[in-house]
């Protein structure tokens, strides 16, 4: 498994924690916030666990539930 | 006033959640106070409540939404679908920005707050769940049921300690008759059986500590009372003008709400009054509301604290209240039977009483032992009385003086 794949997994597992959702649920490339239903103190949370389970430290408001599952990949993956 | 109609309930209690078995089970006297369980209360002072079963299987709350709710939180979207449910109200089809919420809370969300300072001093300020800042709050509840349904109309969460479900029903039955709502969801909801909201409680010097004999602990009017047990619950009621009562096909109208009275003391921050003066005027201006004199009431739903001062002043009130008629009256508590739900209690009291109303049967004051001199009412002790009861008045009381008076009427 790549770097590339590793971290999509990973955040993929932590989407699933933090929202109690499917894998299936997430489409990649859709803003968050419609999709998904996300709010903002969902997007915190999701920062706290991606700190603790990946060791990558965001600023507070980095993650916006108008980003897409893919613009937080990338975000990660410049980290 | 112009009367106001109780047109649907939704009970969360430890009494039952199914408006039938939470009859059977006051009817009964069938204590539901016990041992707290779900956590080590050993240490505490008082460490009995009346604690809600089967929350989850009336639920019908998605997952992702419990992790960011407190239990008060939970037990309000619960009641408020029960409610929605019993009155056949088709929010599909109501003008929802004429719909309102009132809700009564005395504490807040203590289950989430205190877990998460508890993690603030544990692991810094990263280690608290950012949904803390919308689960804490007394008037989140009111929140989560406005979101939940898509209601945007004109709500109010009351914060009036023991009163404040009772006050917040009085309050919407004004809203509606000035024109406000179409239609209102009030009630309230409490969930103090936490580690630190537990503690504060037992700090008031208002809980019973015979932790020995749980279920009959809490003895309004007996003179070997100790205080209340708190418990833990949440109810709703629908209140609709009577317009919109004739127009809807199918409606049940449990109870009219025909008169309301508040005051406060002004005299001390935990215990009421001594004179009892200022819950007897509250007494006399729901009275007055009503159009009633005291010989119209044929049931009182007291406050009944189970603190010295708390049932003596009560006593007393009624009383001045009533004159001659005031040892004629029936007067009971029942909520000695599943506890006192703190704010939760006076929606609890209203619906106790439009279902004595329905079964034409008087709800007891549990666990009487010895009579108390300065107790010397027509009290329903033990065993429920049948009798038609037509008007009934509900009596809540709060820290800080509160006094707050509903009555309300058989259809």
Redesign the interface.
Same mark, same amino acid.
């Given at each position: 498994m790549n770097a590339q794949t590793d971290i999509e997994s990973k955040l993929k597992a932590i989407f699933k924690k933090v929202?109690?959702?499917k894998e299936t649920e997430i489409v990649p490339g859709s803003k968050l916030d419609e999709s998904l239903g996300i709010d903002?103190? +969902?997007m %915190? +949370?999701i920062s %706290?666990v991606i700190?603790k389970e990946l060791g990558i430290v965001l600023k507070d408001g980095e993650l916006k539930k108008t980003f897409s599952f893919n613009d937080i990949v990338a975000i990660l993956k410049t980290k | 006033m112009e009367k106001i109609a109780i047109t649907g309930l939704g009970i969360i209690s430890p009494s039952g959640i199914d408006k039938r078995v939470f009859w059977a089970n006051i009817k009964a006297g069938r204590s539901a106070v016990e041992k707290i369980d779900r956590f080590d209360a050993s240490l505490y002072p008082s460490r009995i409540a009346g604690q809600v079963k089967e929350l989850d299987a009336y639920s019908s709350v998605s997952s992702r939404l419990l992790k960011k709710i407190d239990l008060f939180s939970h037990m309000a979207l619960v009641a408020s679908e029960l409610c929605i449910q019993d009155a056949k109200i088709n929010l599909a089809q109501e003008n929802l920005k004429r719909v309102g919420i009132f809700m009564g809370n005395a504490i807040g969300g203590w289950l989430y707050a205190e877990t998460e300072l508890r993690d603030m001093y544990l692991e810094g300020r990263e280690g608290v769940s950012p949904f803390m800042a919308s689960a804490w709050f007394p008037a989140a509840p009111q929140g989560q049921i406005s979101i939940n349904y898509g209601i945007k109309g004109f709500s109010k969460t009351i914060v009036a300690d023991r009163a404040s479900s009772l006050m917040a029903i009085g309050y919407a039955a004004r809203t509606i008759i000035r024109g406000k709502c179409d239609f209102i969801l009030a009630g309230g909801m409490e969930a103090p059986v936490t580690p630190y909201a537990l503690l504060c409680c037992n700090t008031s010097g208002m809980l019973t500590e015979n932790n020995g004999r749980p279920h009959s602990a809490y003895r309004p009017f007996d003179k070997n009372r100790d205080g209340l047990a708190i418990a833990e619950g949440a109810g709703v009621l629908s209140l609709e003008p009577q317009l919109r009562v004739k127009a809807r096909e199918g409606v049940h109208v449990y109870a009219n709400i025909i008169g309301y009275g508040t005051s406060t003391d002004a005299v001390n921050r935990i215990e009421p009054s001594a004179d009892g003066q200022q819950l007897a005027r509250a007494i006399k201006i729901a009275l007055d509301d009503a159009g009633l004199r005291p010989q119209d009431i044929d049931y009182i739903c007291a406050d009944g604290a189970a603190t010295q001062i708390g049932d003596a002043t009560e006593t007393k009130a009624i009383k001045d209240a009533f004159g001659e008629y005031a040892k004629k009256v029936i007067v009971s508590a029942p909520k000695s039977i599943y506890g006192n739900m703190l704010g939760a209690s006076g929606v609890l009291d209203v619906i106790t009483t439009v279902l004595a109303m329905e079964h034409d049967m008087v709800p007891p004051t549990i666990n009487f032992e010895t009579p108390d001199p300065s107790c010397d009412l027509n009290y329903c002790f033990n065993k429920a009385q049948e009798k038609v009861v037509k008007n009934a008045m509900i009596i809540n009381r709060g820290r800080g003086g509160i006094n707050c008076v509903l009555i309300v009427q058989k259809p």
């Open positions: 929202l109690d959702i903002s103190t +969902e %915190v +949370e %706290v700190k | -």
